[in-house]
Protein backbone atom coordinates (compact mmCIF):
# COMPACT_ATOMS: atom_id res chain seq x y z
CA UNK A 1 0.00 0.00 0.00
CA UNK A 2 1.63 3.33 -1.13
CA UNK A 3 0.86 7.00 -1.02
CA UNK A 4 -1.26 8.34 -3.82
CA UNK A 5 0.95 10.82 -5.79
CA UNK A 6 0.05 14.36 -5.43
CA UNK A 7 2.49 17.10 -7.07
CA UNK A 8 3.25 19.21 -3.74
CA UNK A 9 2.32 22.71 -4.73
CA UNK A 10 -0.32 24.17 -7.25
CA UNK A 11 -1.31 28.13 -7.77
CA UNK A 12 -3.65 29.97 -9.68
CA UNK A 13 -5.12 33.79 -9.50
CA UNK A 14 -8.60 34.58 -8.23
CA UNK A 15 -11.14 33.60 -11.34
CA UNK A 16 -8.67 30.85 -12.58
CA UNK A 17 -9.10 27.71 -12.79
CA UNK A 18 -6.29 24.67 -11.68
CA UNK A 19 -6.39 21.06 -12.36
CA UNK A 20 -4.52 18.93 -9.45
CA UNK A 21 -3.72 15.30 -9.98
CA UNK A 22 -3.10 12.13 -8.11
CA UNK A 23 -1.61 9.09 -9.53
CA UNK A 24 -2.30 5.44 -8.67
CA UNK A 25 -1.97 2.58 -9.60
CA UNK A 26 -4.46 -0.46 -11.70
CA UNK A 27 -4.57 -1.82 -7.63
CA UNK A 28 -6.09 1.55 -6.40
CA UNK A 29 -6.89 4.52 -8.47
CA UNK A 30 -7.26 2.43 -11.20
CA UNK A 31 -9.00 -0.23 -10.38
CA UNK A 32 -12.07 1.40 -8.37
CA UNK A 33 -14.76 4.03 -8.54
CA UNK A 34 -13.98 5.30 -5.32
CA UNK A 35 -11.48 8.30 -5.80
CA UNK A 36 -11.86 10.93 -2.93
CA UNK A 37 -10.76 14.78 -2.62
CA UNK A 38 -10.81 16.69 0.45
CA UNK A 39 -10.12 20.49 1.57
CA UNK A 40 -8.24 21.08 4.35
CA UNK A 41 -7.37 24.05 5.60
CA UNK A 42 -4.91 25.31 8.35
CA UNK A 43 -5.38 23.56 12.15
CA UNK A 44 -9.33 22.25 10.74
CA UNK A 45 -10.56 18.52 9.78
CA UNK A 46 -10.73 17.65 6.32
CA UNK A 47 -13.78 17.94 4.12
CA UNK A 48 -14.66 16.03 1.10
CA UNK A 49 -15.13 17.86 -1.74
CA UNK A 50 -15.69 14.76 -4.06
CA UNK A 51 -16.28 11.32 -4.14
CA UNK A 52 -16.82 8.33 -6.25
CA UNK A 53 -14.29 10.70 -8.62
CA UNK A 54 -17.00 13.13 -9.83
CA UNK A 55 -20.07 13.70 -7.43
CA UNK A 56 -20.17 16.13 -5.67
CA UNK A 57 -21.73 16.98 -1.48
CA UNK A 58 -24.58 18.65 -0.87
CA UNK A 59 -23.19 22.18 -0.34
CA UNK A 60 -19.81 21.48 -2.33
CA UNK A 61 -19.64 24.67 -5.10
CA UNK A 62 -20.22 23.20 -8.76
CA UNK A 63 -16.74 25.26 -9.25
CA UNK A 64 -14.96 21.57 -7.98
CA UNK A 65 -14.77 18.93 -10.25
CA UNK A 66 -13.11 15.29 -10.47
CA UNK A 67 -12.39 13.30 -13.27
CA UNK A 68 -9.84 10.04 -13.66
CA UNK A 69 -8.14 8.90 -16.49
CA UNK A 70 -6.62 5.39 -16.18
CA UNK A 71 -4.44 5.36 -13.41
CA UNK A 72 -4.76 9.14 -12.80
CA UNK A 73 -7.77 11.28 -10.81
CA UNK A 74 -7.95 14.24 -10.95
CA UNK A 75 -9.70 17.61 -8.83
CA UNK A 76 -10.49 20.63 -11.01
CA UNK A 77 -11.27 24.18 -8.98
CA UNK A 78 -12.67 26.41 -11.66
CA UNK A 79 -12.96 30.14 -10.51
CA UNK A 80 -10.88 30.33 -8.20
CA UNK A 81 -11.38 32.05 -4.86
CA UNK A 82 -9.54 33.41 -2.17
CA UNK A 83 -11.18 30.76 0.04
CA UNK A 84 -10.19 27.76 -2.16
CA UNK A 85 -6.59 27.74 -0.60
CA UNK A 86 -6.07 25.04 1.08
CA UNK A 87 -3.98 21.52 1.61
CA UNK A 88 -6.23 19.09 -0.50
CA UNK A 89 -5.83 15.40 -0.61
CA UNK A 90 -6.98 12.91 -2.70
CA UNK A 91 -7.98 9.23 -1.68
CA UNK A 92 -9.08 5.72 -3.42
CA UNK A 93 -10.11 2.80 -2.42
CA UNK A 94 -7.44 -0.11 -2.48
CA UNK A 95 -9.46 -3.60 -2.16
CA UNK A 96 -9.55 -5.25 0.78
CA UNK A 97 -11.39 -2.40 2.78
CA UNK A 98 -7.78 -0.77 2.85
CA UNK A 99 -7.91 3.18 1.89
CA UNK A 100 -4.99 5.07 0.33
CA UNK A 101 -4.48 8.71 0.70
CA UNK A 102 -2.20 11.18 -1.67
CA UNK A 103 0.62 13.20 0.03
CA UNK A 104 -1.19 16.36 -0.57
CA UNK A 105 -1.47 19.54 -2.71
CA UNK A 106 -0.97 23.06 -1.44
CA UNK A 107 -3.70 25.27 -3.47
CA UNK A 108 -2.37 29.15 -3.52
CA UNK A 109 -4.06 31.61 -4.55
CA UNK A 110 -2.40 34.16 -5.87
CA UNK B 1 -27.27 16.38 12.88
CA UNK B 2 -24.13 14.01 13.65
CA UNK B 3 -21.13 15.24 15.30
CA UNK B 4 -17.99 13.33 16.52
CA UNK B 5 -15.64 14.14 18.91
CA UNK B 6 -12.42 12.41 19.64
CA UNK B 7 -10.46 12.07 23.03
CA UNK B 8 -7.10 10.86 24.50
CA UNK B 9 -4.73 11.35 26.74
CA UNK B 10 -2.92 14.17 24.90
CA UNK B 11 0.80 12.80 25.57
CA UNK B 12 1.75 9.17 25.88
CA UNK B 13 5.60 7.38 26.66
CA UNK B 14 7.29 5.27 23.94
CA UNK B 15 6.53 1.87 23.84
CA UNK B 16 3.19 2.52 26.04
CA UNK B 17 -0.42 2.08 24.49
CA UNK B 18 -2.34 4.94 23.16
CA UNK B 19 -6.62 4.62 23.75
CA UNK B 20 -8.69 7.08 21.42
CA UNK B 21 -12.48 7.22 21.96
CA UNK B 22 -14.80 9.22 19.41
CA UNK B 23 -18.26 9.80 20.82
CA UNK B 24 -21.06 9.89 18.73
CA UNK B 25 -23.97 12.44 19.08
CA UNK B 26 -26.72 12.87 16.63
CA UNK B 27 -26.87 9.35 14.74
CA UNK B 28 -26.06 5.93 15.86
CA UNK B 29 -23.33 3.81 15.37
CA UNK B 30 -26.28 0.81 14.80
CA UNK B 31 -26.73 2.09 11.83
CA UNK B 32 -25.96 -0.48 9.16
CA UNK B 33 -25.38 2.09 6.17
CA UNK B 34 -21.70 3.79 7.66
CA UNK B 35 -18.55 2.23 9.06
CA UNK B 36 -16.50 4.64 11.81
CA UNK B 37 -13.22 5.40 11.26
CA UNK B 38 -9.76 6.79 12.11
CA UNK B 39 -7.13 8.98 10.07
CA UNK B 40 -3.98 10.84 11.60
CA UNK B 41 -1.53 13.29 10.42
CA UNK B 42 1.55 13.89 11.88
CA UNK B 43 2.79 17.29 12.31
CA UNK B 44 3.35 19.28 8.49
CA UNK B 45 2.55 15.74 7.24
CA UNK B 46 -0.18 14.39 4.85
CA UNK B 47 -3.55 12.51 6.06
CA UNK B 48 -3.16 7.86 6.70
CA UNK B 49 -5.81 6.13 6.88
CA UNK B 50 -5.84 3.73 9.82
CA UNK B 51 -9.03 1.51 10.74
CA UNK B 52 -12.61 1.31 10.00
CA UNK B 53 -15.05 -0.69 11.78
CA UNK B 54 -18.85 -2.02 11.51
CA UNK B 55 -20.97 -1.65 14.69
CA UNK B 56 -21.04 -5.91 13.53
CA UNK B 57 -17.83 -5.93 14.50
CA UNK B 58 -16.16 -6.13 11.07
CA UNK B 59 -12.36 -4.20 11.27
CA UNK B 60 -10.67 -3.39 8.40
CA UNK B 61 -6.67 -2.21 9.57
CA UNK B 62 -4.20 -0.11 7.32
CA UNK B 63 -1.85 -3.45 6.38
CA UNK B 64 0.99 -1.40 7.84
CA UNK B 65 0.19 -0.40 11.17
CA UNK B 66 -2.75 -3.40 11.73
CA UNK B 67 -0.49 -5.21 14.37
CA UNK B 68 -0.70 -2.42 16.64
CA UNK B 69 -3.99 -1.42 15.84
CA UNK B 70 -7.52 -2.85 17.47
CA UNK B 71 -10.87 -0.96 17.17
CA UNK B 72 -13.64 -1.69 18.51
CA UNK B 73 -17.63 -0.15 18.83
CA UNK B 74 -19.38 0.27 22.44
CA UNK B 75 -23.16 0.76 21.04
CA UNK B 76 -24.93 1.21 24.85
CA UNK B 77 -22.28 4.59 24.70
CA UNK B 78 -22.67 5.31 21.22
CA UNK B 79 -18.99 5.89 20.79
CA UNK B 80 -15.95 3.53 19.17
CA UNK B 81 -12.58 3.64 20.40
CA UNK B 82 -9.17 2.82 18.75
CA UNK B 83 -5.99 1.59 20.69
CA UNK B 84 -2.58 2.06 19.19
CA UNK B 85 0.29 -0.25 21.02
CA UNK B 86 3.63 0.08 21.43
CA UNK B 87 3.80 3.49 20.46
CA UNK B 88 7.02 5.11 18.91
CA UNK B 89 7.58 9.28 17.52
CA UNK B 90 6.20 8.23 14.64
CA UNK B 91 2.97 7.82 16.25
CA UNK B 92 2.95 11.60 17.14
CA UNK B 93 -0.10 12.98 15.38
CA UNK B 94 -3.57 14.44 15.14
CA UNK B 95 -5.99 11.53 15.41
CA UNK B 96 -9.41 12.47 13.57
CA UNK B 97 -12.49 10.00 13.76
CA UNK B 98 -14.83 10.00 10.41
CA UNK B 99 -17.97 8.34 9.25
CA UNK B 100 -17.85 6.09 5.92
CA UNK B 101 -20.75 4.90 4.56
CA UNK B 102 -20.45 1.21 3.90
CA UNK B 103 -21.16 0.94 -0.24
CA UNK B 104 -18.48 4.01 -0.81
CA UNK B 105 -15.29 5.19 0.19
CA UNK B 106 -15.30 8.38 1.24
CA UNK B 107 -16.10 9.87 5.00
CA UNK B 108 -18.29 12.96 5.21
CA UNK B 109 -18.37 13.65 8.89
CA UNK B 110 -15.29 14.29 10.81
CA UNK B 111 -14.41 15.13 14.21
CA UNK B 112 -12.31 18.33 14.77
CA UNK B 113 -9.08 16.00 16.08
CA UNK B 114 -7.32 15.19 19.15
CA UNK B 115 -3.77 15.75 19.20
CA UNK B 116 -1.41 12.88 20.63
CA UNK B 117 2.43 13.65 21.54
CA UNK B 118 4.67 10.51 22.06
CA UNK B 119 7.38 11.91 24.07
CA UNK B 120 9.50 10.35 27.57
Known amino acids: QSALTQPPSASGSPGQSVTISCTGT?????????VSWYQQHPGKAPKVMIY???KRPSGVPDRFSGSKSGNTASLTVSGLQAEDEADYYC??????????FGGGTKLTVL | QLQLQESGPGLVKPSETLSLTCAVS??????????WGWVRQPPGKGLEWLAN???????YYNPSLKSRLTMSVDTSKNQFSLIVSSVTDSDTAVYYC????????????WGTGTTVTVSS
Open chain 1, 52 to 54: GVN
Open chain 2, 53 to 59: IHYTGGT
Open chain 2, 26 to 35: GYSVTNRNCF
Open chain 1, 91 to 100: SSYAGSDDLV
Open chain 2, 98 to 109: ARRWAHDYHMDV
Open chain 1, 26 to 34: SSDVGGYSY
